[in-house]
T-cell receptor, first 113, second 115 residues
Protein backbone atom coordinates (compact mmCIF):
# COMPACT_ATOMS: atom_id res chain seq x y z
CA UNK A 1 0.00 0.00 0.00
CA UNK A 2 0.87 3.66 -0.16
CA UNK A 3 3.45 4.98 2.30
CA UNK A 4 3.91 8.72 2.77
CA UNK A 5 6.92 10.19 4.52
CA UNK A 6 7.02 13.80 5.64
CA UNK A 7 9.92 16.03 6.71
CA UNK A 8 10.73 17.83 8.86
CA UNK A 9 8.69 16.83 11.89
CA UNK A 10 9.11 20.27 13.41
CA UNK A 11 9.92 23.58 11.76
CA UNK A 12 10.45 26.96 13.37
CA UNK A 13 10.74 30.15 11.31
CA UNK A 14 10.69 33.87 11.91
CA UNK A 15 7.64 35.81 10.83
CA UNK A 16 8.04 36.84 7.23
CA UNK A 17 10.37 33.98 6.31
CA UNK A 18 9.41 31.11 4.02
CA UNK A 19 8.65 27.56 5.15
CA UNK A 20 9.00 24.41 3.09
CA UNK A 21 7.65 20.98 4.00
CA UNK A 22 8.51 17.95 1.89
CA UNK A 23 6.77 14.62 1.37
CA UNK A 24 7.59 11.49 -0.55
CA UNK A 25 5.22 8.73 -1.58
CA UNK A 26 5.77 5.15 -2.59
CA UNK A 27 2.96 4.23 -4.99
CA UNK A 28 3.54 5.63 -8.47
CA UNK A 29 -0.19 5.23 -9.17
CA UNK A 30 -1.08 7.91 -6.62
CA UNK A 31 -2.65 10.84 -8.41
CA UNK A 32 -4.07 13.18 -5.79
CA UNK A 33 -2.04 15.05 -3.17
CA UNK A 34 -3.80 17.29 -0.65
CA UNK A 35 -2.35 19.27 2.22
CA UNK A 36 -4.20 19.75 5.50
CA UNK A 37 -3.65 22.25 8.29
CA UNK A 38 -4.59 21.33 11.84
CA UNK A 39 -4.58 24.09 14.41
CA UNK A 40 -4.35 23.13 18.06
CA UNK A 41 -7.51 21.41 19.20
CA UNK A 42 -9.20 21.72 15.82
CA UNK A 43 -10.00 19.48 12.91
CA UNK A 44 -7.68 19.12 9.91
CA UNK A 45 -8.73 21.41 7.08
CA UNK A 46 -7.75 21.26 3.44
CA UNK A 47 -5.58 24.19 2.42
CA UNK A 48 -4.42 23.20 -1.05
CA UNK A 49 -4.31 20.13 -3.27
CA UNK A 50 -2.69 19.08 -6.50
CA UNK A 51 -3.42 16.39 -9.04
CA UNK A 52 -0.83 14.38 -10.88
CA UNK A 53 -1.39 16.14 -14.20
CA UNK A 54 -0.12 19.41 -12.73
CA UNK A 55 3.40 20.25 -11.58
CA UNK A 56 2.67 23.31 -9.48
CA UNK A 57 -0.29 25.08 -7.94
CA UNK A 58 -0.39 28.36 -6.09
CA UNK A 59 -2.95 30.03 -3.86
CA UNK A 60 -1.84 33.38 -2.45
CA UNK A 61 0.98 32.65 0.01
CA UNK A 62 0.92 28.90 -0.33
CA UNK A 63 2.08 26.75 -3.21
CA UNK A 64 2.55 23.07 -3.82
CA UNK A 65 4.96 21.44 -6.25
CA UNK A 66 4.87 17.86 -7.48
CA UNK A 67 7.65 15.81 -9.01
CA UNK A 68 6.07 12.60 -10.28
CA UNK A 69 9.34 11.10 -11.44
CA UNK A 70 10.93 11.46 -8.04
CA UNK A 71 7.62 10.81 -6.24
CA UNK A 72 7.83 13.81 -4.01
CA UNK A 73 5.78 16.91 -3.41
CA UNK A 74 6.33 19.99 -1.29
CA UNK A 75 4.36 22.73 0.43
CA UNK A 76 5.77 26.24 0.29
CA UNK A 77 4.50 29.02 2.54
CA UNK A 78 5.87 32.50 1.88
CA UNK A 79 5.74 35.56 4.12
CA UNK A 80 4.79 33.41 7.09
CA UNK A 81 2.57 34.85 9.80
CA UNK A 82 1.98 33.69 13.40
CA UNK A 83 -1.43 32.36 12.40
CA UNK A 84 0.31 29.90 10.07
CA UNK A 85 1.50 28.07 13.20
CA UNK A 86 -0.14 24.64 13.11
CA UNK A 87 0.51 21.02 12.21
CA UNK A 88 0.55 20.41 8.48
CA UNK A 89 -0.18 17.01 6.95
CA UNK A 90 0.47 15.86 3.42
CA UNK A 91 -1.47 12.98 1.93
CA UNK A 92 -1.58 10.84 -1.19
CA UNK A 93 -4.30 8.74 -2.73
CA UNK A 94 -5.29 6.91 -5.88
CA UNK A 95 -8.65 8.38 -6.61
CA UNK A 96 -9.78 5.85 -9.19
CA UNK A 97 -8.94 2.90 -6.97
CA UNK A 98 -8.91 3.37 -3.23
CA UNK A 99 -10.17 6.71 -2.09
CA UNK A 100 -8.68 6.37 1.36
CA UNK A 101 -5.80 8.76 1.77
CA UNK A 102 -2.56 7.94 3.49
CA UNK A 103 -1.15 10.81 5.50
CA UNK A 104 2.35 11.83 6.39
CA UNK A 105 3.29 12.03 10.05
CA UNK A 106 2.82 15.78 10.15
CA UNK A 107 5.02 18.86 10.52
CA UNK A 108 4.59 21.17 13.47
CA UNK A 109 5.26 24.67 12.13
CA UNK A 110 5.94 27.47 14.57
CA UNK A 111 6.14 31.02 13.28
CA UNK A 112 7.84 33.32 15.76
CA UNK A 113 6.71 36.94 15.76
CA UNK B 1 -24.79 23.25 5.52
CA UNK B 2 -23.94 21.10 8.50
CA UNK B 3 -20.41 19.73 8.54
CA UNK B 4 -19.25 16.32 9.59
CA UNK B 5 -20.48 15.68 13.11
CA UNK B 6 -19.03 13.22 15.57
CA UNK B 7 -20.27 12.03 18.92
CA UNK B 8 -19.46 11.87 21.68
CA UNK B 9 -16.82 14.58 21.95
CA UNK B 10 -15.07 12.78 24.78
CA UNK B 11 -15.30 9.19 25.94
CA UNK B 12 -13.65 7.56 28.93
CA UNK B 13 -13.59 3.79 29.11
CA UNK B 14 -11.94 1.14 31.19
CA UNK B 15 -9.47 -1.32 29.70
CA UNK B 16 -11.31 -4.34 28.30
CA UNK B 17 -14.56 -2.45 27.64
CA UNK B 18 -16.04 -1.60 24.27
CA UNK B 19 -16.32 1.86 22.76
CA UNK B 20 -18.74 3.04 20.08
CA UNK B 21 -18.05 6.24 18.18
CA UNK B 22 -20.48 7.84 15.76
CA UNK B 23 -20.14 9.98 12.66
CA UNK B 24 -22.63 11.78 10.46
CA UNK B 25 -21.25 12.84 7.07
CA UNK B 26 -22.02 15.95 5.13
CA UNK B 27 -25.29 15.64 3.28
CA UNK B 28 -24.68 14.11 -0.12
CA UNK B 29 -21.44 12.42 0.87
CA UNK B 30 -21.50 8.66 0.56
CA UNK B 31 -18.00 7.83 1.81
CA UNK B 32 -16.92 7.88 5.42
CA UNK B 33 -13.34 7.42 6.59
CA UNK B 34 -12.01 6.80 10.08
CA UNK B 35 -8.57 7.84 11.27
CA UNK B 36 -6.76 7.43 14.57
CA UNK B 37 -4.59 10.29 15.78
CA UNK B 38 -2.56 9.32 18.81
CA UNK B 39 -0.98 12.14 20.79
CA UNK B 40 1.87 13.72 18.87
CA UNK B 41 1.47 11.35 15.96
CA UNK B 42 -0.02 11.53 12.51
CA UNK B 43 -3.28 10.35 11.07
CA UNK B 44 -3.43 6.58 10.83
CA UNK B 45 -6.01 5.22 8.39
CA UNK B 46 -8.49 2.86 10.01
CA UNK B 47 -11.48 2.21 7.76
CA UNK B 48 -13.27 3.44 4.64
CA UNK B 49 -16.98 2.87 4.06
CA UNK B 50 -18.93 3.71 0.95
CA UNK B 51 -22.54 2.90 0.12
CA UNK B 52 -22.83 0.75 3.21
CA UNK B 53 -19.83 -1.43 2.49
CA UNK B 54 -16.34 -1.58 3.94
CA UNK B 55 -14.06 -0.67 1.03
CA UNK B 56 -10.70 -0.81 2.74
CA UNK B 57 -9.13 -1.04 6.16
CA UNK B 58 -5.80 -0.02 7.55
CA UNK B 59 -3.29 -1.99 9.53
CA UNK B 60 -5.34 -2.36 12.70
CA UNK B 61 -6.45 -5.51 14.56
CA UNK B 62 -9.95 -6.96 14.01
CA UNK B 63 -11.20 -5.54 17.29
CA UNK B 64 -11.49 -2.26 15.38
CA UNK B 65 -14.62 -2.56 13.29
CA UNK B 66 -17.50 -0.49 12.10
CA UNK B 67 -20.41 -0.14 9.81
CA UNK B 68 -22.23 2.35 7.65
CA UNK B 69 -25.97 2.79 7.79
CA UNK B 70 -28.40 3.44 4.92
CA UNK B 71 -28.33 7.18 5.74
CA UNK B 72 -24.51 7.05 5.31
CA UNK B 73 -23.78 7.70 8.97
CA UNK B 74 -21.20 5.41 10.47
CA UNK B 75 -20.14 3.76 13.70
CA UNK B 76 -16.66 2.78 14.78
CA UNK B 77 -16.51 0.03 17.39
CA UNK B 78 -13.41 -0.79 19.38
CA UNK B 79 -13.62 -3.98 21.41
CA UNK B 80 -11.41 -5.16 24.26
CA UNK B 81 -10.00 -1.68 24.75
CA UNK B 82 -6.31 -1.32 25.49
CA UNK B 83 -4.52 1.64 27.02
CA UNK B 84 -2.79 2.40 23.71
CA UNK B 85 -6.18 2.88 22.04
CA UNK B 86 -6.34 6.26 23.76
CA UNK B 87 -6.37 8.77 20.90
CA UNK B 88 -8.39 11.26 18.93
CA UNK B 89 -10.57 9.44 16.42
CA UNK B 90 -11.36 11.53 13.39
CA UNK B 91 -14.10 10.87 10.89
CA UNK B 92 -14.07 12.38 7.42
CA UNK B 93 -16.52 12.27 4.56
CA UNK B 94 -16.43 12.82 0.83
CA UNK B 95 -18.34 11.87 -2.23
CA UNK B 96 -16.95 8.98 -4.23
CA UNK B 97 -14.46 11.21 -5.99
CA UNK B 98 -12.84 13.39 -3.32
CA UNK B 99 -10.24 14.70 -5.72
CA UNK B 100 -12.99 16.39 -7.69
CA UNK B 101 -14.48 18.22 -4.75
CA UNK B 102 -11.56 19.20 -2.60
CA UNK B 103 -10.68 16.11 -0.66
CA UNK B 104 -12.13 15.18 2.67
CA UNK B 105 -14.04 17.16 5.22
CA UNK B 106 -13.11 16.17 8.75
CA UNK B 107 -15.21 16.14 11.87
CA UNK B 108 -13.92 17.50 15.16
CA UNK B 109 -13.18 14.06 16.49
CA UNK B 110 -13.91 11.93 19.52
CA UNK B 111 -11.22 11.84 22.16
CA UNK B 112 -11.15 8.34 23.61
CA UNK B 113 -9.34 7.82 26.88
CA UNK B 114 -8.80 4.29 28.15
CA UNK B 115 -7.96 4.00 31.84
Amino acid sequence: GENVEQHPSTLSVQEGDSAVIKCTYSDSASNYFPWYKQELGKRPQLIIDIRSNVGEKKDQRIAVTLNKTAKHFSLHITETQPEDSAVYFCAASITYNNNDMRFGAGTRLTVKP
Amino acid sequence: EAGVTQSPTHLIKTRGQQATLRCSPISGHTSVYWYQQALGLGLQFLLWYDEGEERNRGNFPPRFSGRQFPNYSSELNVNALELEDSALYLCASSNLFPAQVGGYTFGSGTRLTVV
